[in-house]
């Protein structure tokens, strides 16, 4: 049974750094990737980064968010990071990781068009001073 729990969350300052932490258990495939979503309060969910597990080709989804997030890719230990620079309250959101089985190049940023076949549950990130 495939897993995806979320943590790393909490309260920051502006101007502060974070690492969100994703753990996919019990995916037994390679052709994956793992994304990083959010949700700010009275928004729609935005995937903010992705990575294809099996080339560990990262994917963003403009030069703003690619400037200031970063995913990072632990195979053996199948977990997958997400270091977000200089925080600022408009980042305040809840944090979702979620896999996707058969990626193609960014696929894993589109979930309106591609889906995601598991989802975590999120954890919340509140960026104030």
């Known amino acids: 049974e495939v897993q995806v729990v979320e943590s790393g969350g909490g309260l920051v300052q502006p101007g502060e750094t974070l690492v969100l932490s994703c753990n996919a258990s019990?995916?037994?495939?390679?052709?994956?990737?793992i994304t990083w979503s959010r949700q700010a309060p009275g928004k729609e969910r935005e995937a903010v980064s992705c990575?294809?597990?099996?080339?560990?080709?990262?994917?963003y989804p403009n030069d703003e968010i690619r400037g200031r997030f970063r995913i990072s890719l632990n195979f053996g230990e199948k977990m997958v990071y997400l270091q977000i620079d200089n925080l600022q309250p408009e980042d305040t959101a809840v944090y979702y990781c979620?896999?996707?089985?058969?990626?193609?190049?960014?696929?894993?940023?589109?979930?309106?068009?591609?889906?995601?076949?598991?989802w975590g549950k999120g954890t919340l990130v509140t960026v104030s001073s």
């Open positions: 979620s896999v996707q089985f058969n990626p193609h190049e960014n696929s894993c940023l589109q979930e309106k068009i591609y889906g995601m076949n598991y």
């Open positions: 990575i294809i597990v099996s080339n560990a080709h990262a994917y």
């Open positions: 019990g995916v037994t495939r390679r052709d994956y990737a």
